[in-house]
T-cell receptor, first 113, second 114 residues
Framework: GENVEQHPSTLSVQEGDSAVIKCTYS??????FPWYKQELGKRPQLIID?????GEKKDQRIAVTLNKTAKHFSLHITETQPEDSAVYFC????????????FGGGTRLMVKP | ETGVTQSPTHLIKTRGQQVTLRCSSQ?????VSWYQQALGQGPQFIFQ???????GRGNFPPRFSGLQFPNYSSELNVNALELDDSALYLC?????????????FGPGTRLTVL
């Protein structure tokens, strides 16, 4: 089955700096890669996603890049703010498995004021 | 916030007991997935229901079972509870089975097994 690895497990940055979180996946059939933000005690919320036919997608301060050949994708957050502090999860989805998501282990991002 | 609701919010059980968790999907969504999230880890897929039928299952034993009702709400049942079953149980609803469809998560049920 699919396996998703995520790094780093914790990331501390100064407010205004950029943050990058990286994920790798194992199944080349994966075609959808969402990123979720989970604040303490709350539900995961989708912040950005990318399909396998696209190499990069941007939404204001957040961007995601995908390298299908290397089977890795990354989340980039620019001009970080304290409210960006949360746990971020990457995930991958395979068409033959419906929309079952395989999640990475998560990255705890701390933005220091 | 999504329109996905879950009940109860918290639950405490003892080993060997049985538990039923409930999920109401967002209006217009016919697919519900269940995930187990242990403390400090990413969610793990348990199973998915599409139009009242199981549509996929993760690596969980048969004592984890589920149902989906005609209104697309869903239940997760766990028999013979073990200490390792302590986790946050999340359901997510989707409009269809396509891998591109966004999954909307509920707030979760925190299960503690003593």
């Amino acid at each position: 089955g699919e396996n998703v690895e995520q790094h780093p497990s914790t990331l501390s940055v100064q407010e205004g700096d950029s943050a990058v979180i990286k994920c790798t996946y194992s199944d080349s059939a994966s075609n959808y890669f969402p990123w979720y933000k989970q604040e303490l005690g709350k539900r995961p919320q989708l912040i950005i996603d990318i399909r396998s036919n696209v190499g990069e997608k941007k939404d204001q301060r957040i961007a995601v890049t995908l390298n299908k050949t290397a089977k890795h994708f990354s989340l980039h957050i620019t001009e970080t703010q304290p409210e960006d502090s949360a746990v971020y999860f990457c995930a991958a989805s395979i068409p033959r498995a419906g929309n079952m998501l395989t999640f990475g282990g998560g990255t705890r991002l701390m933005v220091k004021p | 916030e999504t329109g996905v609701t879950q009940s109860p919010t918290h639950l405490i059980k003892t080993r060997g007991q049985q538990v039923t968790l409930r999920c109401s999907s967002q209006s217009g969504h016919n697919t519900v997935s269940w995930y187990q999230q242990a403390l400090g880890q990413g969610p793990q897929f348990i199973f998915q229901y599409y139009r009242e039928e199981e549509n996929g299952r993760g690596n969980f034993p048969p004592r984890f079972s589920g149902l989906q009702f005609p209104n697309y709400s869903s239940e997760l049942n766990v028999n013979a509870l073990e200490l390792d079953d302590s986790a946050l149980y999340l359901c997510a609803s989707t409009a269809g089975r396509s891998s591109y469809n966004e999954q909307f998560f509920g707030p979760g049920t925190r299960l503690t097994v003593l």
